[in-house]
């Protein structure tokens, strides 16, 4: 990794799950590909951290299953998304960035908009399936989504919603 200053660049990024770990792991890698010097923290899985990520907390913290587990990791994931506020308010990242996970990273771009941190959203959450309504939370909280699929484009421009498409990257 290459070596980093009080004034490198910050980011922290946001990851739910496996699949979303190996995304945030690439996506890392090509903006140091840009900025060698970015520092990057994490709620990281094995790819991110093995990206170079400084992990604040493991997506393995957030693994549930079941309804009744749900119930009993709330304190859990609350604890977590307080830290996490803590750490962006320490850190003061230029830009948090969202991987997937929305019933997690919706809170964390919630957090983000309080802090004045503009929130990017990779891969978002597929609401033109289901649950179109959260459109309206993603344009008021999230400054820009970046699309791997191309008719998101279109969607989410009929709600005038920010966004660039990068292609998939597998």
């Known amino acids: 990794m290459s070596k980093t200053s009080p004034s490198s660049p910050r980011v922290f990024i946001s990851c739910g799950e496996p699949s979303g770990d190996i995304h945030a792991a690439e996506l890392l890698l090509a903006l140091r590909k840009h900025r060698p010097d970015l520092v990057c923290s994490a709620m990281a899985g094995p790819s991110l951290r093995a990206a170079g990520a400084e992990e604040l907390h493991g997506i393995e913290e957030l693994s549930v299953m079941g309804f ?16 996490i ?3 962006l308010e320490a850190t003061r990242p230029a ?5 997937d996970a929305p019933e997690f990273n ?3 771009a919630r957090i983000a908009y309080s802090l004045n ?8 959450p597929k609401i033109w399936a289901w649950r179109t309504r959260r459109v309206h939370f993603l344009k008021k909280y999230v ?6 699929l191309p008719f998101e484009l ?4 009929r709600y005038e919603v920010k ?3 990068v292609g998939n990257p597998l």
Not at 95 to 99: C, G, M, P, Q, R
Not at 117 to 124: C, R
Not at 154 to 157: L, S
């Open 143 to 148: 400054r820009k989504i970046i699309s791997i």
């Open 95 to 99: 830009a948090v960035i969202l991987v």
């Open 163 to 165: 966004v660039d498409y």
């Open 85 to 87: 506020k803590r750490h």
């Open 117 to 124: 941190v503009p929130a990017y959203y990779y891969i978002s």
């Open 154 to 157: 279109d969607f989410y421009a």
């Open 68 to 83: 009744t587990e749900v119930f009993s990791a709330l304190p859990r994931a609350l604890r977590l998304l307080a830290d």
């Open 106 to 108: 919706f809170r964390v």
